[in-house]
């Protein structure tokens, strides 16, 4: 996520380096840079020429804070005027009405009807909602069939009307039908249209007006840049829309979409989607995010993930056996499947500080842990509850039975033994040690 723009930024500051000062000249250089980067991340030129004299501005009049040094001083200047331009605060989704009724717009290909799914996916497990799903595609082959197939697969039911062809009908239809069966929030899928197909706008419109939705939000790949921006803003002249939804962040992203749009629309991000599994949907944080993109991570969101993941009672019984040394390969095996139910591996390890750098040209897929899960796999009960008589004949035939080497097998006993060590260490009291270590990370 914003690989390019994160380094280009990284070494617009390293201007500054060495420098006991901020001066006009190296505040010049240094700002020089930073546009070029948002420029090259397809900001447009206005919003990036004038970011850019808003902390030019602040930069010359922040001498005073010779605790700082200049470098460390213009990445928090240009952080804190990257937050607001993203929005400033972060925006909730309004949920008043009964059923709460959310309208979903957009291009075509920008992952509406998809996007549809992981909402209602969020709003069921994180806001114990009761949604129901509208199909109002009446014109895209199988998007009918499609909505119908997300919404199997996260157990939320579809309504939809095939013998109609008026999505204005079948939307209000559909909110009846959400009143008689109890559902409290109305998703409605809308087909994708172009800004410059005036009989689709109207129809949206018409849409919008018979039901009246708490929300109407406009779904955008991010990928697409400041054509993106431009498109939102003929959508929001026609449907005055509430809020943003960026798709597809986890995409070799430029990242212009996300800097610019609230700045041009006025209108907040509320969403991103962060990959394609049904989970991968992220509140929208500005702060975070400029956190992110300058290269510093996202500490409190890889918390938040672990700790909707984290569960209590497995945890005591995983202290117990640590304490008793009967931490074994199916403990390890459990911990594991919570790891990957986080989300997308990349964007987890992006998340922790200084990793973005290091993670660079390296492609980390979500079969990472593939390997491993089949090395345990090949393992017996009693060999994985007792890690220890693991022997050279026994590797053999585990690196055999899982399609791997003895080295990996050895490789992941070394892992193994290390993880045990530390959790060890955090039950004898090293806890906040490591608490504090990973505090010194930010």
Same mark, same amino acid.
């Given at each position: ?5 994160? +380094? ?9 380096? $060495? ?5 006009? !000249? ?6 020089? +840079? ?53 929005? $400033? ?17 957009g291009l075509q290909g920008s992952g509406k009807t998809t996007f549809s799914g992981k909402? *209602?996916?969020?709003?069921? %497990? ?17 998007? #009918? ?11 939320? /039911? ?11 009908? #079948? ?15 109305? #998703? !409605? ?5 172009? *800004? ?12 919008? @007006? *018979? ?32 809020g943003v939804i960026l798709t597809k962040l986890d995409g070799d992203t430029r990242g212009?979409?996300?800097?610019? !749009? ?16 049904? /989970? ?25 993930? *672990? ?45 922790? &500080? ?17 390997? #491993? +899960? ?12 007792? &890690?220890?008589?693991? %022997? ?8 055999a039975g899982s399609g791997t080497s003895i080295q990996e097998v050895n490789q992941l006993? @070394? ?5 045990? @060590? ?6 004898? $009291? ?13």
């Amino acid at each position: 996520m914003f690989d390019n723009l994160s +380094e280009k930024l990284d070494k617009a500051f390293h201007v500054l380096k $060495g420098h006991g000062q901020i001066t006009e !000249i190296n505040v010049a250089e240094t700002l020089k +840079e930073v546009r070029r980067a948002l420029l090259d991340a397809d900001v447009n030129f206005k919003i990036a020429k004038e970011f850019t004299n808003t902390v030019k501005e602040k930069a010359l009049g922040q001498n005073v804070l010779t605790t700082l040094q200049p470098g460390q001083l213009m990445i928090k200047l240009v952080k804190d005027e990257l937050t607001q331009l993203m929005g $400033g605060d972060t925006e909730g989704i309004d949920l008043t009405g009964n059923p709460s009724v959310i309208l979903m717009s957009g291009l075509q290909g920008s992952g509406k009807t998809t996007f549809s799914g992981k909402l *209602a996916n969020y709003l069921k %497990n994180k806001k114990s909602k009761k949604p129901l799903l509208v199909a109002c595609d009446v014109y895209r082959p199988a998007a #009918i069939d499609q909505l119908h197939v997300v919404g199997d697969q996260i157990g939320v /039911e579809v309504y939809s009307d095939r013998d109609n062809n008026d999505p204005v009908a #079948i939307a209000k239809a559909g909110v009846a039908h959400a009143k008689s069966a109890g559902c409290n929030v109305v #998703i !409605i899928d809308t087909a994708g249209r172009l *800004a410059v197909d005036e009989q689709m706008m109207t129809e949206i419109s018409n849409i919008h @007006k *018979a039901i009246a939705p708490q929300e109407t939000l406009f779904v955008v790949d991010s990928m697409t840049g400041q054509d993106a921006v431009n498109t939102a803003k003929a959508f929001n002249d026609v449907l005055n829309f509430d809020g943003v939804i960026l798709t597809k962040l986890d995409g070799d992203t430029r990242g212009g979409a996300a800097i610019s !749009i609230k700045s041009v629309v006025d209108k907040p991000i509320k969403f991103i989607g962060t990959g394609e599994k049904m /989970e991968a949907i992220d509140v929208f944080h500005p702060s975070r995010m400029a956190d992110r993109i300058l290269g510093m991570g996202d500490v409190v969101s890889l918390v938040e993930r *672990a700790q909707e993941q984290f569960d209590e009672e497995q945890a005591r019984k995983i202290q117990k056996k640590i304490a008793k040394n009967k931490f074994g390969f199916d403990d390890f095996l459990s911990q594991i499947q919570q790891i990957k139910k986080m989300g997308n591996m990349k964007d987890l390890m992006g998340m922790i &500080p200084g990793a973005g750098k290091a993670l660079k040209g390296l492609d980390i897929d979500d079969d990472a842990f593939k390997h #491993i +899960e089949a090395i345990i796999h090949s393992m017996t009960p009693e060999e994985r509850s007792t &890690p220890a008589m693991l %022997n050279a004949s026994r590797k053999k035939r585990i690196a055999a039975g899982s399609g791997t080497s003895i080295q990996e097998v050895n490789q992941l006993l @070394k892992q193994f033994n290390q993880m045990s @060590k530390m959790m060890k260490m955090m039950q004898g $009291g090293g806890g906040k040690k490591m608490m504090q270590m990973m505090q010194n990370m930010r």
